[in-house]
T-cell receptor, first 113, second 114 residues
């Protein structure tokens, strides 16, 4: 079946450090891939997306590239800020299925000054 | 802002009581979803709707029912709440578009079943 696996957290970094959060997926067909972010006490916000292989999604300094050969969609940011502290969710949406999302377990990021 | 509200935002109830959570959208989107969020599980789909009176089960539907009598409202009912249904519940909406079919989420309802 379809599934998403994320690296376990928490990830703790100092401000201005480089961030990578790993995400791999299993899916039939050609899914779309997403990263959502959840700040404390809030709902999920779409951070970025990619709809086909080799697409790169980017937003707010975050990037992720859709790698079909490695079934991965790793999230990266070159220099994190304290305000990036949140929980990050990787998700996939299979085609033809009422836009349903399958989420990873989430990775908590804590950035310290 | 995707125009999604959830009510109530917080609720404490007792085991065995019925509970209804409401999701309201203002943008006439076709698809609506209910998820629950639990530590270590991310978000899991409970039920979804693809139109008025058209609903289907998701991954974790046991113990839950839904109704959609109007485009803008999607109700989630726990007929007889249990402690295992203590969770944070999120509603989401989506639409088919040429730019991609992302979902947008409401602020969540924190439900505690004692």
């Amino acid at each position: 079946g379809n599934s998403v696996t994320q690296m376990e957290g928490p990830v703790t970094l100092s401000e201005e450090a480089f961030l990578t959060i790993n995400c791999t997926y299993t899916a039939t067909g050609y899914p779309s891939l997403f990263w959502y972010v959840q700040y404390p006490g809030e709902g999920l916000q779409l951070l970025l997306k990619a709809t086909k292989a080799d697409d790169k999604g980017s937003n707010k300094g975050f990037e992720a590239t859709y790698r079909k050969e490695t079934t991965s969609f790793h999230l990266e940011k070159g220099s994190v800020q304290v305000s990036d502290s949140a929980v990050y969710f990787c998700a996939l949406m299979t085609s033809g299925g009422y836009n349903k999302l399958i989420f990873g377990a989430g990775t908590r990021l804590a950035v310290h000054p | 802002d995707a125009g999604i509200t959830q009510s109530p935002r917080h609720k404490v109830t007792e085991t065995g009581t019925p509970v209804t959570l409401r999701c309201h959208q203002t943008e006439n989107h076709r698809y609506m979803y209910w998820y629950r969020q639990d530590p270590g599980h991310g978000l899991r789909l409970i039920h979804y709707s693809y139109g008025v009176k058209d609903t289907d089960k998701g991954e974790v539907s046991d113990g839950y029912s839904v109704s959609r009598s109007k485009t803008e409202d999607f109700l989630l009912t726990l007929e007889s709440a249990t402690s295992s249904q203590t969770s944070v519940y999120f509603c989401a909406i989506s639409e088919v578009s040429s730019g991609g079919n992302e979902q947008f989420f409401g602020p969540g309802t924190r439900l505690t079943v004692l």
